[in-house]
T-cell receptor, first 110, second 112 residues
């Protein structure tokens, strides 16, 4: 079974640009969550989707948005990038208790 | 809001036992999870406690006391490969929905 896959693995963007990150959950998992991890800190919750509906939203500005597709894959969009958005963006899929994380997308904003 | 406290760093020697504590404040508590993350890697699920008591999985054990809002991860027979960051995370349902809130992480260094 393939794990959680994320693309791209690395990305460099300029301030003010927009970025789209992609995630495919483990086959059969209907829930996808997005987390932001700044270097040296724990992951911070951004969104959770289940069956294409938003089930949770963390304390992030409206520049952050996400959606989930019928095949349960998901996209995270960030508009008007700031230097502070530089982080590892993690996607997790979960049948229930134990989240399985993808390897993440390392976003650098310059 | 939700908050979790855990030590920032712990150092131990190979073969020893180490305990990483975690205290939390949250509403809508479901359970406490532990994750391991090696440098440059993704967090990996280790354990989950929904009820009070000790859960054992090989060399790793996790404990929860809901009344004290406290838990710990116990690592036995430490190996060099256990050097990593360890995160406690609260699974809860609140105004933000279903979410996993992570602590700041404990960096474990295992020395020969």
């Amino acid at each position: 079974d393939a794990g959680v896959t994320q693309s791209p693995t690395h990305l460099i963007k300029t301030r003010g640009q927009q970025v789209t990150l992609r995630c495919s959950p483990i086959s059969g998992h209907k829930s996808v969550s997005w987390y932001q991890q700044v270097l040296g800190q724990g992951p911070q919750f951004i969104f959770q989707y289940y069956e294409k509906e938003e089930r949770g939203r963390g304390n992030f500005p409206d520049r952050f948005s996400a959606r989930q597709f019928p095949n349960y894959s998901s996209e995270l969009n960030v508009n008007a990038l700031l230097l502070g958005d530089s982080a590892l963006y993690l996607c997790a899929s979960s049948p229930d208790i134990g989240y399985t994380f993808g390897s993440g997308t390392r976003l650098t904003v310059v | 809001g939700q908050s979790l406290e855990q030590p920032s760093e712990v150092t131990a020697v190979e073969g020893a036992i180490v305990q990483i504590n975690c205290t939390y404040q949250t509403s809508g508590f479901y359970g406490l999870s532990w994750y391991q993350q090696h440098d440059g890697g993704a967090p990996t699920f280790l354990s989950y406690n929904a009820l009070d008591g000790l859960e054992e999985t090989g060399r790793f054990s996790s404990f929860l006391s809901r009344s004290d809002s406290y838990g710990y991860l116990l690592l036995q027979e430490l190996q060099m490969k256990d050097s990593a960051s360890y995160f406690c995370a609260v699974r809860a349902h609140n105004n933000a929905g279903n979410m996993l809130t992570f602590g700041g992480g404990t960096r474990l260094m295992v020395k020969p």
